[in-house]
Nanobody
Framework: QVQLVESGGGLVQAGGSLRLSCAAS????????MGWFRQAPGKEREFVAA????????YYADSVKGRFTISRDNAKNTVYLQMNSLKPEDTAVYYC?????????????????WGQGTQVTVSS
């Protein structure tokens, strides 16, 4: 089992940047595929990005491709989401999630463990 805690959210102007972090507990962090999801008010939770256990494979939603970068540091049990060129439509609660599936997929049901979320607000 793994516990996840997100940080780094906040208020930023359009065009700005934020870096989210997700710290994981447990000694098996490097066996999990990690993902970031987000949920805006009144909308369903949606996939943002994912990274495999080694960091060698990543997958992005079309809406963030070229602006967001997911990475991980297995020595620190942490996964990151660097968000650049932020837009008001990126405003949401961002969640970190862990999957025991080895392949990187955007399917929300593949993710077994979830953090509490961190709020990102982008003003226009």
């Amino acid at each position: 089992q793994v516990q996840l805690v997100e940080s780094g959210g906040g208020l930023v102007q359009a065009g700005g940047s934020l870096r989210l972090s997700c710290a994981a507990s447990g000694r098996t962090f490097n066996t999990y595929t990690m993902g970031w999801f987000r949920q805006a008010p009144g909308k369903e939770r949606e996939f943002v990005a994912a990274i495999n256990w080694s960091g060698g494979s990543t997958y992005y939603a079309d809406s963030v491709k070229g602006r967001f970068t997911i990475s991980r540091d297995n020595a620190k049990n942490t996964v990151y989401l660097q968000m650049n060129s932020l837009k008001p439509e990126d405003t949401a609660v961002y969640y970190c999630a862990a999957s025991t599936f080895r392949t990187v997929r955007p399917t929300i049901t593949r993710y077994d463990y979830w953090g509490q979320g961190t709020q990102v607000t982008v003003s226009s």
